[in-house]
């Protein structure tokens, strides 16, 4: 039975949860509230933090003797204790996962039954010392830091079943090849009393295994594996096909279906070398975004939308996404499966967190395996993104904040020392068929000097877009996989900046309600330079694709030597907010859209980018590369280069086959800088039977400084 739709809803507070849970609490002047939502989306609540006291009345008929009820909270943002009838069941905690209750005995002492669910989402008022599992949706800069996803967020519905009931089932697929794929299975049985049952496993409806357990009184953890033969492989989409399995488990008592519960999955195996990455054997570079949710308020998300943002991840040509600082709603996961797009997926710790959360992060980490296991395209579990919690841009470009940066990379602590590493093992223990990694974005550091992927700002943060490149020949190892680079642009979407108080804004109220950072634009694109708004958004978005072309375009080059791929910093908009984003909240693309669907082209040629000013006779020395990502040869492979400036050009010509997932050097341009003052001009074009590529790349000659 489903309880969605209208409930009551009112501010919490003691005599309310002494009087207010019961069936005579009269609350027919409560504001009413819609189920699935968050409480900020309805007016009565738009500036709650919570608590709030969700009531419901309704009706059941009687409930056989042989069979048991459940109340199940499909999704609570982020606390919850839960009534029925006035009786206390049990508390939850966790926005991702669902919570079910036992509510037999109850359901059967009449018809008429009212729920009670006090939802808590505290506010959290800092980057660090956060006490909520609840990741990028709370005090993020991506999201108004006053946003509070507090509410029912999915359904709330009453199941029944047999004598034994599935409350969780992980399927994971251990190893896959043409001849063979073995899947693991386990599943949280909750019995009535010790007993005697049969589980049954089909695969696409074909009974694959059946076996006797007994089963003791409450929770019983049951744990085998089946074996598929002949199967058909899951592909990511640049490699093959996205055929699915649908695997089913029956509890059987007596002959009857007690409970069941059904998995998609694929078949494939996954392996990582030194941030490498291969499916099924071949080797892929990763070529990504981080992925942020769809909207601010999960609920507020239809699964077309959701849908829509992985379809554009394959319109760019990308290849993965990572889940940033999230975990999403289900057809994002559904989506990705069906696609074929790679999913690196982050569990939703973001910055610091206070000790206290060590014990919830365990076990969510576990729930996290049991939601999602079964989707072949989850590559990988990250178990805290950014845990130094001091990025520079959160506490402004000081020296204290870049010495706070450098320790807190260096120096034990006990987020990335001690909560990270319990929260590793946790995926690693549910979940041995994939890498997880303890952190995202940690520099190498004693004893190891190993660190993990990489978040670098080159341009924005700190120093120069070109010190990608000087780092790079400097220390590779911390290039072999990018998981975070860009630089905000202001959206064409703008409406919650007033355009007309330019150069006047309400930098301040940007700041904070939409993640504008005006410090560093006042750098990297200063708004007093320009006379107006829009001359100013469009500037910064040329910024932003210039930038992540370059990013790109290096790591390419870079192809498994070492780089293993990227994750750019990032796709889609949550909220209208000024921020890293290509696409903005209604998905109209920035400049930075076509920069980065051009850079992610099956094949590209590229050149070393020429430094911003050249000086006459300057001797200019730029390699040429061709990357090939596609699984064939690009055969007879010609690529023009010509260098032109005022009242003059030269040209080169090379040519060759370029293998299969293969980058090739095709050679170097050099040229004696003309005299002739001005710009300088280098444009290449690849041309291989009806391919056809094009690329350019300008500087300008001037005279040195005395």
């Given at each position: 039975m489903d309880l969605n739709g209208v409930w009551r809803a009112t501010p919490a507070d003691d005599d309310l949860r002494r009087d207010g849970i019961g069936l005579t609490t009269d609350d027919a002047d409560w504001p009413e509230i819609v189920v699935p939502s968050h409480w900020r989306s309805h007016p009565e609540?738009?500036?709650?933090?919570?608590?709030?006291?969700?009531?419901?009345?309704?009706?059941?008929?009687?409930?056989?003797?042989?069979?048991?009820?459940?109340l199940t909270l499909d999704g609570i943002f982020?606390?919850?204790?839960?009534?029925?009838?006035?009786?206390?069941?049990?508390?939850?905690?966790?926005?991702?996962?669902p919570h079910s209750f036992d509510v037999t005995a109850l359901s059967r002492i009449g018809d008429e039954h009212v729920v009670a669910i006090e939802v808590v989402c505290s506010p959290q008022h800092s980057h660090r010392g956060k006490r909520n599992i609840t990741g990028i949706f709370q005090h993020w800069d991506g999201i108004d830091r006053d946003w509070n996803p507090g509410g029912i967020w999915r359904s709330v519905h009453l199941y029944d079943t047999g004598p034994a009931r599935i409350d969780r089932l992980r399927v994971l697929c251990r190893d896959a090849d043409d001849a063979r794929a073995h899947v693991l299975l386990r599943a949280a049985v909750d019995c009535d009393q010790g007993r005697t049952v049969v589980i049954r496993t089909f695969v696409d409806g074909e009974l694959a295994n059946e076996s006797e357990q007994r089963l003791a009184h409450g929770q019983n953890d049951v744990r085998w594996g089946i074996d598929i033969t002949n199967p058909?492989?899951?592909?990511?989409?640049?490699?093959?096909?996205?055929?699915?399995?649908t695997i089913e488990v029956e509890i059987v008592i007596d002959g009857v279906v007690s409970d069941a519960r059904i998995r998609r999955t694929g078949l494939r195996v996954v392996a990582w070398n030194d941030w490498s990455c291969s499916v099924?054997?071949?080797?892929?570079?990763?070529?990504?975004?981080?992925?942020?949710?769809?909207?601010?308020?999960?609920?507020d998300a239809t699964p077309t939308d959701m849908r829509r943002d992985v379809e554009l991840a394959v319109e760019a040509g990308l290849?993965?996404?990572?889940?940033?600082?999230?975990?999403?709603?289900?057809?994002?996961?559904?989506?990705?499966?069906?696609?074929?797009?790679?999913?690196?997926?982050?569990?939703?710790?973001?910055?610091?967190?206070?000790?206290?959360?060590?014990?919830?992060?365990?076990?969510?980490?576990?729930?996290?395996?049991?939601?999602?296991?079964?989707?072949?395209?989850?590559?990988?579990?990250?178990?805290?993104?950014d845990p130094a919690a001091v990025a520079i841009g959160i506490e402004g470009d000081t020296t204290r904040s870049r010495l706070r940066y450098l320790a807190a990379h260096q120096l034990p602590t006990w987020n990335r020392t001690v909560l990270d590493r319990w929260v590793k093992r946790s995926f690693e223990h549910a979940d041995p068929t994939r890498l997880c990694v303890p952190h995202?974005?940690?520099?190498?550091?004693?004893?190891?000097?190993?660190?993990?992927?990489?978040h670098f700002y080159f341009g924005w943060?700190?120093?120069?877009?070109?010190?990608?490149?000087?780092?790079?020949?400097?220390?590779?190892?911390?290039?072999?996989?990018?998981?975070?680079?860009?630089?905000?642009?202001?959206?064409?979407?703008?409406?919650?900046?007033?355009?007309?108080?330019?150069?006047?804004?309400?930098?301040?109220?940007?700041?904070?309600?939409?993640?504008?950072?005006?410090?560093v634009f006042d750098e990297r694109v200063p708004p007093d330079e320009f006379a107006t708004f829009d001359a100013w958004r469009l500037a910064t978005q040329k910024y932003q694709a210039e930038l992540l072309r370059h990013h790109i375009e290096l790591l390419r080059r870079l192809k498994y030597r070492p780089?293993?791929?990227?994750?750019?910093?990032?796709?889609n908009d949550p909220a209208p907010v000024v921020s890293w984003s290509v696409l903005d909240h209604e998905r109209k693309p920035k400049l930075g859209w076509e920069a980065l669907k051009r850079a992610c082209e099956p094949v590209i040629v590229v050149a070393d980018r020429p430094p911003e000013v050249v000086a006459p006779g300057e001797k200019l020395s730029l390699d040429v590369h061709v990357v090939n990502d596609l699984r064939q040869s690009v055969e007879g492979a010609v690529v023009d280069i010509t260098a032109s400036w005022a009242g003059g050009s030269r040209r080169w010509r090379f040519g060759g086959d370029v293998g299969p997932d293969e980058c090739v050097r095709v050679g170097t341009v050099t040229l004696a800088v003309p005299d002739t003052l001005g710009a300088l001009n280098v444009d290449l074009i690849l041309t291989a039977g009806d391919l056809i590529q094009t690329n350019k790349y300008k500087t300008a000659i001037t005279l040195p400084p005395d």
């Amino acid at each position: 039975m489903d309880l969605n739709g209208v409930w009551r809803a009112t501010p919490a507070d003691d005599d309310l949860r002494r009087d207010g849970i019961g069936l005579t609490t009269d609350d027919a002047d409560w504001p009413e509230i819609v189920v699935p939502s968050h409480w900020r989306s309805h007016p009565e609540f738009a500036d709650s933090d919570g608590p709030l006291l969700y009531r419901r009345r309704f009706e059941l008929g009687e409930l056989p003797d042989d069979r048991r009820r459940w109340l199940t909270l499909d999704g609570i943002f982020y606390q919850s204790d839960v009534w029925l009838d006035g009786a206390y069941l049990g508390d939850a905690e966790g926005y991702f996962a669902p919570h079910s209750f036992d509510v037999t005995a109850l359901s059967r002492i009449g018809d008429e039954h009212v729920v009670a669910i006090e939802v808590v989402c505290s506010p959290q008022h800092s980057h660090r010392g956060k006490r909520n599992i609840t990741g990028i949706f709370q005090h993020w800069d991506g999201i108004d830091r006053d946003w509070n996803p507090g509410g029912i967020w999915r359904s709330v519905h009453l199941y029944d079943t047999g004598p034994a009931r599935i409350d969780r089932l992980r399927v994971l697929c251990r190893d896959a090849d043409d001849a063979r794929a073995h899947v693991l299975l386990r599943a949280a049985v909750d019995c009535d009393q010790g007993r005697t049952v049969v589980i049954r496993t089909f695969v696409d409806g074909e009974l694959a295994n059946e076996s006797e357990q007994r089963l003791a009184h409450g929770q019983n953890d049951v744990r085998w594996g089946i074996d598929i033969t002949n199967p058909s492989l899951w592909w990511p989409r640049t490699l093959g096909g996205q055929p699915l399995t649908t695997i089913e488990v029956e509890i059987v008592i007596d002959g009857v279906v007690s409970d069941a519960r059904i998995r998609r999955t694929g078949l494939r195996v996954v392996a990582w070398n030194d941030w490498s990455c291969s499916v099924n054997g071949e080797r892929l570079f990763l070529k990504g975004a981080n992925l942020l949710p769809t909207r601010a308020g999960l609920a507020d998300a239809t699964p077309t939308d959701m849908r829509r943002d992985v379809e554009l991840a394959v319109e760019a040509g990308l290849d993965a996404l990572r889940v940033h600082g999230h975990i999403a709603s289900r057809p994002v996961y559904d989506a990705a499966d069906e696609l074929g797009v790679l999913l690196l997926q982050d569990f939703p710790l973001q910055w610091g967190y206070a000790r206290s959360v060590r014990g919830q992060a365990i076990s969510q980490a576990r729930e996290a395996v049991d939601q999602l296991g079964h989707h072949p395209s989850i590559i990988q579990w990250n178990a805290h993104n950014d845990p130094a919690a001091v990025a520079i841009g959160i506490e402004g470009d000081t020296t204290r904040s870049r010495l706070r940066y450098l320790a807190a990379h260096q120096l034990p602590t006990w987020n990335r020392t001690v909560l990270d590493r319990w929260v590793k093992r946790s995926f690693e223990h549910a979940d041995p068929t994939r890498l997880c990694v303890p952190h995202s974005g940690v520099l190498p550091h004693l004893p190891r000097l190993d660190g993990t992927d990489s978040h670098f700002y080159f341009g924005w943060y700190h120093g120069d877009v070109r010190d990608v490149e000087r780092l790079a020949a400097a220390m590779p190892r911390v290039v072999r996989f990018m998981s975070e680079f860009g630089a905000q642009a202001v959206p064409d979407t703008a409406d919650f900046i007033d355009a007309d108080a330019w150069p006047d804004l309400d930098w301040d109220m940007l700041a904070t309600r939409h993640g504008l950072q005006k410090w560093v634009f006042d750098e990297r694109v200063p708004p007093d330079e320009f006379a107006t708004f829009d001359a100013w958004r469009l500037a910064t978005q040329k910024y932003q694709a210039e930038l992540l072309r370059h990013h790109i375009e290096l790591l390419r080059r870079l192809k498994y030597r070492p780089a293993g791929g990227f994750c750019m910093f990032a796709l889609n908009d949550p909220a209208p907010v000024v921020s890293w984003s290509v696409l903005d909240h209604e998905r109209k693309p920035k400049l930075g859209w076509e920069a980065l669907k051009r850079a992610c082209e099956p094949v590209i040629v590229v050149a070393d980018r020429p430094p911003e000013v050249v000086a006459p006779g300057e001797k200019l020395s730029l390699d040429v590369h061709v990357v090939n990502d596609l699984r064939q040869s690009v055969e007879g492979a010609v690529v023009d280069i010509t260098a032109s400036w005022a009242g003059g050009s030269r040209r080169w010509r090379f040519g060759g086959d370029v293998g299969p997932d293969e980058c090739v050097r095709v050679g170097t341009v050099t040229l004696a800088v003309p005299d002739t003052l001005g710009a300088l001009n280098v444009d290449l074009i690849l041309t291989a039977g009806d391919l056809i590529q094009t690329n350019k790349y300008k500087t300008a000659i001037t005279l040195p400084p005395d």
